[in-house]
């Protein structure tokens, strides 16, 4: 196997390093730059959704743990243990993690395949270089982040700095196991914080492994630690921890809302939430290219098998294109992801993340059937696939908005067409929704293009593209969709309070 080109690996030896990494899974918590098991010796199970087998008996944090991860956060914090390095020592040491993470692509890609389902060739393409992208582009700004001295009467000096809050808690999704931990604890770490994460009981592993690196790239003891655990134990004790400042939370909506109840229940920790989403994709008549704009579509719901919280599960089709777009998509979409192995480089649809998930997709699947919409393919479980959680690509015509699949995000592979024939129905379509995470916008006409950007409520708006961008990208929504941004320079600052200094001088004496 040439592991300096893992593209070129062949589903045997994809095969053979998944068994690899499986003798080698670790299990336990992070604590104090150990692992470590849970006190009370508390255990839970994650499933392989392509194979329905056990992958791993994980240690299941228990408020003790939490309180003991928190605390080794707090000393290695009040210690100086990482604030205290020069910003140019943190940023080297994130860069030798981003590196680290960079050598240990197979192990990883491996991991997060078994854990979640999720495609190897999509872990290899996009979360992984995504991740170190992340912490490279946090590490960079370590010495960037600045405050002012203002101008006040001669008598007074006044400046303000930022300082880092101390301990923040993560909760990351099981979607994007990596990455979206990465987009949390990147910035916080960055700006100086210390970091205890509770990622998904569904997808732990490769959390497991980013602690341990981020210690082998010389981070300190305490500084980053993962609390392997169920959502309703650890996830809520590190909520209401008292000694968190800040707790960032990435997930449903309704567990979003608790955070906040949490937050205020105890210490009244600064909350960043990013939650749902029923993103639409508003095709106009003029749209520049229809190939494009198709393809946009379905690999806007139908990738990572449309468990994306952006994803494009709404397609507004303006009446004049909506017969050739159905078409279109029908002919080329229904095809575009096919059910594998996710260990195999050419698979590009794994299973949903668990049997549990599946049910619910189904579930919704059939609820849209029985309230009028027309399935026009999809729906189903694929026959070879029946031993895991998969479900095939599917399309609706003839939604409106009223329907439960076109309000409820389903977080599958679910496309909803819906038509419309004025600017201002598409509007109005777009907004009937509780969130209002991101959209997509296909015209020529730039007047129109600028309109639906400024009446659309979203936080990110793609004009002509979907799911593009950068690192300078805030990624973050309106309404229900959360109220923090992500993947930016704001989302590093985030991690930081303003400290004001107002000096009285006194003028020497005469």
């Known amino acids: 196997m040439n592991a300096a080109n893992p593209g070129s690996y062949t589903l045997a030896e994809w095969r053979k390093a998944a068994e690899s990494a499986r003798r080698r899974l670790e299990t336990r918590l992070f604590i104090d730059g150990e692992f470590t098991d849970a006190i009370d010796g508390g255990r839970f199970e994650t499933i392989n959704p392509a194979t329905g087998k056990v992958l791993g008996n994980f240690s299941a944090a228990g408020e003790k743990d939490v309180d003991r991860a928190v605390a080794a956060a707090k000393h290695a914090h009040k210690s100086r243990a990482w604030l205290g390095l020069a910003p140019r020592e943190r940023m080297e040491i994130l860069y030798k993690w981003a590196a680290l993470i960079e050598e240990r692509t197979v192990e990883l890609a491996v991991l997060e395949s078994m854990d979640m389902g999720k495609p190897v060739s999509d872990v290899i393409a996009i979360d992984l270089p995504s991740v170190t992208m992340t912490i490279r582009f946090m590490s960079e700004a370590v010495d960037k982040i600045s405050g002012a001295v203002t101008n006040t009467p001669r008598n007074v000096m006044h400046y303000f700095m930022r300082e880092p809050f101390g301990v923040v808690g993560a909760i990351s999704p099981w979607n994007y196991p990596m990455l979206m931990a990465a987009w949390k ?12 994460l509770k990622p998904a009981e569904q997808a732990p592993s490769t959390c497991l492994r980013l602690a341990e690196l981020f210690v082998a790239a010389g981070g300190p003891p305490g500084v980053f630690n993962v609390v392997n655990g169920i959502g309703e134990v650890a996830g809520r004790a590190l909520a209401l921890h008292p000694d968190v400042a800040k707790i960032s939370f990435t997930g449903s909506t309704e567990v979003g809302k608790l955070m906040l109840q949490y937050a205020g229940q105890s210490n009244m920790k600064h909350v960043a939430l990013e939650c749902g989403g029923k993103s639409p994709q508003i095709f106009m008549g003029d749209l520049p290219d229809m190939e494009k704009a198709v393809a946009a579509a379905y690999n806007g719901i139908y990738s990572n098998m449309g468990e994306v919280c952006n994803a494009g599960s709404r397609l507004l089709v303006q009446d004049n294109i909506h017969d050739e777009f159905v078409e279109r998509f029908a002919s080329e979409g229904k095809d575009a992801f096919r059910a594998g192995d996710p260990l195999d480089p050419e698979t590009n649809l794994g299973p949903l993340v668990t049997f549990e998930a599946q049910k619910r997709v189904l579930r919704l699947i059939d609820t849209g059937r029985k309230e009028g919409a027309t399935l026009v393919f999809g729906g189903d479980v694929p026959d070879r696939f029946k031993h895991g959680a998969y479900v095939n690509p599917t399309l609706f015509t003839g939604v409106n908005n009223t329907m439960t699949i076109a309000r409820e995000e389903i977080f ?26 991101a959209a997509g916008i296909w015209t020529r006409d730039l007047d129109r293009a600028h309109r639906l950007i400024r009446e659309v409520q979203a936080g990110i708006i793609w004009v002509n593209c979907f799911d593009d961008g950068d690192m300078t990208q805030p990624f973050g929504g309106y309404k229900q969709s959360g109220n923090a941004r992500d993947k930016c320079l704001d989302s ?7 400290k004001s200094a107002w000096i009285k001088l006194h003028p020497p004496a005469s």
């Open 412 to 437: 599958g592979p679910v496309a909803s067409v819906i038509r419309f024939s004025t600017l201002d129905e598409a509007i109005a379509i777009a907004n009937d929704t509780d969130y209002g995470l």
């Open 492 to 498: 590093l600052v985030s991690y930081t309070q303003i």
């Open 185 to 196: 604890v990147a910035p916080a770490l960055a700006a100086g914080n210390c970091v205890v």
